[in-house]
C-alpha cells in the first residue's frame, strides 16, 4: 500500500465508450502524474500536475482529458479511443519540485496500482 | 530523444545465483533512479543516485551511477524467489521535474 489508489483496477471499453480513471493520494503530496505503460513499450509520462494546474503534457492525444480538482484526486477521462490505447494506466504522486532546481528531480514518486484498460 | 537502455531485457535464474542489471544512456542525467515493479503493482521506488561514481547499497543490492552519470548497474547477490519483478532505472535530466524511464528488465528468480 503506497497511499495512492487507483479505480477502476480494470477496464473493458469499446472504441466509442466514455469512461473515467480515478486516482486518490492520500499523502499530502501536491503533484500528481498519469503514465501509461505498454507491454512493448517504456513507461511512458502523459500529463503532470503541480498544486492542481498542469505543467505537462507530453503529446497525448486529445481522447486522453485530465482533470484535477484538487491536489488530492487526479482523473484521466477516456472517450473514442483505439485498440492500441490497450495498456496498464498508472497514476504517482509526490512532493513538488521546480523545473529550476539544478540537482534536477530528486522528488521520491510514490506510484498507485495502475488501471488495467483493454480498448476493443 | 533521450533514451535509457536496459540489459538485458530478461533474466531467469536460481535463487542463490548473482546477476547485474544495466541502464545506459548517451544522455547525461543529474539523478537517476531504480524501481521494482512486481505484478499487479506499480512501480516501488529502490534507490535515487545523483552522484558521478556514487555507490549505494540495500541489503544485498548494491546499485552504482557511471563516473558520467550516463549509466548505472544494479548487482543482486544471492538472489531470491522475492527479488522477481521488472526492474526498471528512470533518468531525470537537469532543470528538469521529469524521469525519462528504461526500457525494464523483467528478473525471475526459480527457487
Known amino acids: 500500500e503506497t497511499g495512492v489508489t487507483q479505480t477502476p483496477r480494470h477496464l473493458v471499453m469499446g472504441m466509442t465508450n466514455k469512461k473515467s480513471l480515478k486516482c486518490e493520494q492520500h499523502?499530502?503530496?501536491?503533484?500528481m502524474y498519469w503514465y501509461k505503460q505498454s507491454a512493448k513499450k517504456p513507461l511512458e509520462l502523459m500529463f503532470v500536475?503541480?498544486?492542481?494546474?498542469?505543467?505537462e503534457n507530453n503529446s497525448v492525444p486529445s481522447r486522453f482529458s485530465p482533470e484535477c480538482p484538487n491536489s488530492s484526486h487526479l482523473f484521466l477521462h477516456l472517450h473514442t479511443l483505439q485498440p492500441e490505447d490497450s495498456a496498464l494506466y498508472l497514476c504517482?504522486?509526490?512532493?513538488?519540485?521546480?523545473?529550476?532546481?539544478?540537482?534536477?528531480?530528486?522528488?521520491?514518486?510514490?506510484f498507485g496500482p495502475g488501471t488495467r484498460l483493454l480498448v476493443l | 530523444t533521450q533514451l535509457l537502455e536496459q540489459s538485458p531485457q530478461f533474466l531467469s535464474i536460481q535463487e542463490g545465483e548473482n546477476l547485474t542489471v544495466y541502464c545506459n544512456s548517451s544522455?547525461?542525467?543529474?539523478?537517476l533512479q531504480w524501481y521494482r515493479q512486481e505484478p499487479g503493482e506499480g512501480p516501488v521506488l529502490l534507490v535515487t543516485?545523483?552522484?558521478?561514481?556514487e555507490v549505494k547499497k540495500l541489503k544485498r543490492l548494491t546499485f552504482q551511477f557511471g563516473d558520467a552519470r550516463k549509466d548505472s548497474s544494479l548487482h543482486i547477490t544471492a538472489a531470491q524467489p522475492g527479488d522477481t519483478g521488472l526492474y526498471l532505472c528512470?533518468?531525470?535530466?537537469?532543470?528538469?521535474?521529469?524521469?525519462?524511464f528504461g526500457t525494464g528488465t523483467r528478473l525471475k528468480v526459480l527457487a
Open positions: 504517482a504522486s509526490s512532493h513538488p519540485k521546480s523545473a529550476s532546481g539544478s540537482e534536477g528531480a530528486q522528488e521520491t514518486q510514490y
Open positions: 499523502l499530502g503530496h501536491n503533484a
Open positions: 500536475y503541480n498544486f492542481k494546474e498542469q505543467t
Open positions: 544522455s547525461v542525467f543529474s539523478s
Open positions: 543516485v545523483v552522484t558521478g561514481g
Open positions: 528512470a533518468g531525470a535530466t537537469s532543470g528538469t521535474y521529469k524521469y525519462i
